[in-house]
């Protein structure tokens, strides 16, 4: 069980301003408990988000573009070099398209996750240099990769830099290096994406396009590539305020009407419905399906099947990423249960480390690890003579500063406060767990470490409705830095509960309380509590529609349960 912590009611009279704009009070509430105090910025959340967006702010856009525009004018081959995630593929799919619009020569490169880790490497640059290519340009990395730009200068690339992670002490010797946490910066959206940077960056080519008059640039918009914007943003788990929130709205419109015979083929082949894409469904039917394809075979076939030309090409390509993807939520399974058995390293930090885990997977299990002991989690594939790992940390703990106290010990690194990954000798593996658990015990030392569910309001059943469910919608697309609403009812009965899903993993109940009302539930991944549940609890929840053989209703997606004190 976690801790619950249910936020305070709003004042009246904020709730009255907002009920006289037709605002309904638990959302006015939820505003309230997100920051938004007064009424004039809970309806500017809520409205229509007027970026001060010019892609030119961004430092190093100007130089990025001159250089661009050399080697389209003089015929210079060009490589996108990606990231193998959904975030890192679809800025691929992005530039590469734009670069082609604008008639560049350019092909797209995204590394294999396996063979060569994570970021640029010295192999791939010298590979594109030998096959003729003029310019690189990173997309969603390359910000720490100091020595492979400087390499790469040397065997005669022209190299630009776009990233969004966090910089290490010193930038890559490239042409331009765009990245909006760069100290230099004043561009006013610091959380882009890596796609979201990709983006900015069409945006000044079709700025540069328009003021040229280049042929053919009335036929296209920046805004046709926002699927992909959208796609990326939410799977990287970016906030979901400011510009990346009206990014992602306008996203969603496109993913809802898909134009792209890829998102077609994928929609058909995960039975989604086109008009029911939210962020959610970004988050664990699409996003999901394009990473597993870097995380178990290449990511080039996620890459295929967005540029698909035809529904044809694309249907195989997309049935392979489903069976992929479900292959994936296996050996997550089965690596996780493997670990949690063999666990090592201090209390405060899980460590684990095995020949046999799989690249790809460490991260989701780090995840799964952090998640439920409320730990930071280190996951590591032993390799031969490098070992890759992957971590996953709490908000006590700022994972990515925890390895740059072990840059001694590392090969590459980067991440953000959350989540970061590494490469390291497997010689200076014991060295690393050691240091890193030390770490652990020194920040984390007397803090109560257990998991809090911050609780928007306690609500009684009967409101569980779809009129509440429809003003939700309001608040979407939430996500990072803008959670879905969480919500708790006290003293509900179980009336009915029902193990589901494959090997009976997942719980399905319906709930009623002591006035009539009822309402469905679903608590993902408790299956084995069907029997132990006690008849009355407390319940936390989200609020969602599902959809299921064509029906819609209302369903609490549940996040924690209390036994009741309620007789």
């Known amino acids: 069980m976690k801790r619950w912590h249910i936020y305070p009611q709003a004042p009246e009279d904020y709730l009255n301003s907002l009920a006289n704009e037709h605002i309904h009070p638990v959302v006015a509430q939820v505003l309230y408990n997100r920051g938004f105090v007064d009424t004039p910025a809970a309806l500017g959340f809520l409205g229509h988000y007027l970026p001060d967006d010019n892609p030119f702010r961004l430092w190093g856009m100007d130089d990025a573009i ?14 996108v070099y990606g990231d193998f ?60 990769s100091v020595e ?36 230099e910066d004043n561009y006013p959206e610091k959380r882009l994406s890596g796609v979201g940077i990709a983006y900015k960056m069409a945006q ?8 040229r008059g280049i042929r053919g640039i009335d ?19 970016v906030s979901l305020r400011g510009e990346n929130r009206d990014l992602v709205q306008r996203g969603l419109v496109n993913l809802n009407r898909p134009q792209r015979p890829g998102l077609q083929a994928l929609y058909s082949a995960a039975r989604v419905r086109p008009g029911s894409v939210d962020a959610t469904t970004i988050g664990f039917v699409i996003g999901p399906r394009i990473n597993a394809a870097g995380r178990l075979r290449s990511a080039m076939l996620a890459y295929d099947l967005l540029t698909a030309p035809d529904i044809k090409r694309a249907m ?24 949690e058995e ?3 390293g201090a209390d405060a930090l899980m460590f684990a480390a095995d020949e046999r885990f799989e690249q ?117 697309p939430t996500g990072e830095a803008n959670r879905a609403p969480l919500f708790l009812t006290e003293g509900v009965r179980i009336h009915e509960r029902m193990r589901v899903g494959r090997e009976g993993r997942h719980l399905k109940m319906r709930f009623t309380d002591d006035n009539g009302a009822w309402a469905d539930a679903i608590a993902f991944r408790r299956g084995e509590q069907a029997d132990s549940l006690p008849d009355r609890i407390n319940v936390v929840y989200h609020l969602e529609l599902n959809e299921w053989n064509g029906h819609r209703r209302p369903q609490l997606n549940v996040q924690d349960i209390h036994p009741s004190e309620e007789p």
């Open 316 to 339: 195989p390509l997309a049935e392979e990423l489903s069976a992929l993807n479900v292959e994936r939520q296996q050996k997550t399974r089965d690596m996780q249960k493997w670990a």
């Open 342 to 344: 063999h666990i090592g």
């Open 204 to 211: 000044a080519l079709f700025m540069e396009a328009q003021r």
């Open 219 to 237: 036929e296209w918009r920046p805004e046709d590539w926002l699927d992909l914007v959208a796609g990326g943003t939410v799977s990287d788990i």
């Open 66 to 79: 001159y250089r661009i525009r050399t080697a389209v004018r003089n015929a210079e081959r060009i490589a």
């Open 360 to 476: 790809g997977i460490v991260g989701l299990v780090a995840s799964r690890l952090t998640e439920q002991y409320y730990r930071p989690s280190v996951v590591v594939q032993i390799g031969e003579e490098e070992s890759h790992g992957s971590c996953r940390s709490i908000p006590e703990f700022h994972i990515t500063r925890a390895l740059e106290m072990c840059d001694d010990l590392l090969e590459r690194y980067g991440g953000h406060a959350a989540a970061a990954g590494f490469t390291v000798r497997t010689e200076n593996l014991s060295a690393l767990q050691d240091r890193l658990s030390e770490i652990a015990d020194d920040v984390l030392a007397g803090r109560d470490l257990q998991a809090t569910l911050h609780i928007d309001a306690q609500i009684p059943l009967v409101e569980t409705g779809y009129e509440l469910v429809k003003a939700l919608q309001q608040l979407e």
């Open 85 to 144: 995630d959904c975030d890192g593929v679809t800025a691929t799919v992005l530039l590469t398209e734009v670069l082609q619009r604008v008639g560049a020569d350019v092909q797209a490169y995204i590394p294999n996750r396996v063979d060569e880790g994570y970021g640029l490497n010295t192999a791939a640059l010298r590979y594109l240099a030998e096959d003729g290519v003029d310019l690189v340009i990173t997309v969603d990395c390359g910000i720490r």
């Open 148 to 183: 492979e730009v400087a390499e790469a200068n040397a065997s005669g690339l022209d190299m630009i830099v776009t990233d969004h992670h966090s910089i290490g002490p010193e930038l890559p010797p490239a042409l331009a290096v765009i990245n909006p946490r760069r100290a």
